[in-house]
């Protein structure tokens, strides 16, 4: 089972920061948030992800809380395209263990 | 470019028949995965493999067969055991254990019985 919880829709005004919330009250100490998004019919996207400290790169930004148990994605400047399903995931740092998704956020970005 | 590809994108079944799903990676990645995704529904582990000519079952590998003879390489084989094969598929592959990679998805394949 996925050890995430999400809400499981969300709306945002194009041009509004999106802010995506994630519970992962049993997080253990080796593994780290990830998120991914999966637009209609395609292949989920790696966004980013984090441990303890918070994350920026060219998508979005990670803030994680100083006791791990909740996270925020936040999309400063959504668009249209940005209407995807989100999956907030967490697991151990290993490049091949599979992921656990959960049924992620669906974030509608309305004009 | 490097990247996944997975083919057919779309693809018939008519019942009692075996069908094989195409994952490609030209990423150099050691591990390759199988996902089975429903409607509304997040992604379900099918099998998975970490090296060459080694694989493991995930949660629902029921009814699946794959096979690892090349890297790149991770065909997934739907058999007629499968009862309810209609489903979008996908393949990712990432690096070894111990990277701090993310795993890259393939555009998946879309499966439907006749």
């Known amino acids: 089972d996925a050890k995430t919880t999400q809400p499981p829709s969300m709306d945002c005004a194009e041009g509004r920061a999106a802010n995506l919330p994630c519970n992962h009250s049993t997080i253990s100490g080796n593994e780290y948030v990830y998120w991914y998004r999966q637009i209609h019919s395609q292949g989920p996207q790696y966004i980013i992800h984090?441990?303890?400290n918070n994350e920026t790169n060219e998508m979005a930004s990670l803030i994680i809380t100083e006791d791990r148990k909740s996270s925020t994605l936040i999309l400063p400047h959504a668009t249209l395209r940005d209407t995807a399903v989100y999956y907030c995931?967490?697991?151990?740092?290993?490049?091949?263990?599979?992921?656990?998704f959960g049924k992620g956020t669906r974030l509608s970005v309305i004009a | 470019d490097g990247g996944i590809t997975q083919s057919p994108k779309y693809l018939f079944r008519k019942e009692g028949q075996n069908v094989t799903l195409s994952c490609e990676q030209n990423l150099n990645h050691d591990a390759m995965y199988w996902y089975r995704q429903d409607p509304g529904q997040g992604l379900r582990l099918i099998y998975y493999?970490?090296?060459?000519?080694?694989?493991q079952k995930g949660d629902i590998a029921e009814g699946y067969s794959v096979s690892r003879e090349k890297k790149e390489s991770f065909p997934l084989t739907v058999t007629s055991a499968q009862k309810n094969p209609t489903a979008f598929y996908l393949c990712?592959?990432?690096?070894?254990?111990?990277?701090?990679?993310?795993?890259?998805f393939g555009d998946g394949t879309r499966l439907s019985i006749l």
């Open positions: 493999s970490q090296i060459v000519n080694d694989f």
């Open positions: 995931i967490v697991r151990v740092l290993s490049g091949n263990t599979p992921l656990v």
């Open positions: 990712a592959s990432s690096l070894a254990r111990g990277n701090n990679q993310p795993q890259h």
């Open positions: 984090g441990l303890k």
